[in-house]
């Protein structure tokens, strides 16, 4: 009875906390990436989508673009898993960065896949954006599963089917990480802090007790 009853409570705690994200807050000092868009044959979409190294470790991200079709929006755009090829055909990139196995149906920052930008933070609602925000959940860090240098940016119709992509590339070091200290970053990172605590909090009262029913 005592071994099935700790299998239960494991099992909840497993539930509870499988396809999070957790926060990265290891991208400070590390290179910036920018993804750029120029006008094709196939779109007419030009900008920027750049990420640094934000105050509190995780990225500071400045969109900047214009020229998207004045139909067929809301536009979602996302970090895919592999960059551009050679031929230009963004189905090559494949899928959504998503390390942890998270769910573009999930309701919780964490619990979206880690390249769902646009699930976090709102798709593009018009033929352009200029915007910023802090996103906790991707890292500039080579070191960590969320990296994502060496991959790409799609933006999509809201079908989902491909408008443009572009592959990341470093931007020369600007001597350190973001000045932005807004108020607006510290609550982005405060407010998905929490959730990301409430998880642990589980975990760990699961595991607290695990531990009483073998006293």
Do not use: W
């Amino acid at each position: 009875m005592v071994s099935y009853s700790i299998l239960s409570v494991l099992a909840l705690a497993s539930v509870a906390i499988a396809g999070d994200t957790p926060i990265q807050s290891d991208s400070a000092d590390q290179p910036s990436l920018q993804a750029k868009f120029e006008k094709s044959e196939k779109s007419d979409i030009t900008g920027t989508i750049t990420f640094e190294p934000a105050n509190n470790g995780s990225v500071l991200v400045k969109v900047d673009v214009e020229g998207l079709p004045s139909s067929g929006g809301p536009f979602p755009y996302h970090i895919h898993e592999r960059p551009v090829p050679a031929d230009g055909n963004c189905t090559g990139t494949k899928m959504h960065l998503n390390p942890y196995g998270g769910n573009e149906n999930a309701t919780t920052p964490q619990g979206l896949e880690a390249g769902d930008l646009s699930g976090r933070h709102g798709k593009i609602q018009g033929t352009s954006l200029s915007t910023e925000y802090v996103d906790n959940y991707i890292s500039l860090n080579p070191d960590s599963k969320t990296y994502f240098g060496d991959l790409s940016i799609v933006i999509h119709f809201a079908n989902t089917s491909r408008i443009t992509c572009s592959n990341l590339t470093e931007l020369e070091s600007n001597g350190g990480g973001s000045n932005s200290t807004s108020s607006s970053e510290a609550g982005v990172s405060t407010a998905n802090g929490a959730g990301n605590l409430q998880t642990g909090g589980l975990l760990a009262g699961a595991l607290a007790g695990a531990a009483a029913l073998l006293i």
